[in-house]
């Protein structure tokens, strides 16, 4: 009923800069959070920058001050600006969605969370 769409990954060099999108459709009624999450070979997925509904944000302690995270409402679109990127940021990264969705001809909505297909990130040394 949502459907992720990811862009913007790629490879850079060490100190460079790359900016995320992701763009959401489908029978979505509202939008309450959207987020960027990132997976390294051999370690878990971890929240990288979240922004709310009213654009509270809050990031990973090791991204703050490099990367920021916003969202574009009306366009159902949310970016992530990745500067001074290094080694360790390496990983794909995951746009995640909360949304409300319409649900059944009574108009009922439902709370989902949903994934993008990932997008890598290189950064080389």
């Known amino acids: 009923q949502v459907q992720l769409v990811e862009s913007g990954g790629g490879l850079v060099q060490t100190g460079g800069s790359l900016r995320l999108s992701c763009t959401a459709s489908g029978s979505i009624f509202s939008i309450d959070a959207m987020a960027w999450y990132r997976q390294a070979p051999g370690k878990q997925r971890e929240l990288v920058a979240r922004?709310?509904?009213?654009?509270?944000?809050n990031y990973a302690d090791s991204v703050k001050g490099r990367f920021t995270i916003s969202r574009d409402s009306a366009e159902r679109t949310v970016f992530l600006q990745m500067n001074s990127l290094g080694p360790e940021d390496t990983a794909v990264y995951y746009c995640n969605v909360e949304s409300r969705v319409v649900t059944g001809n009574s108009g009922a909505l439902r709370y989902v969370i949903s994934w993008g297909q990932g997008i890598q990130v290189t950064v080389s040394s």
């Open positions: 922004i709310f509904s009213e654009s509270r944000t």
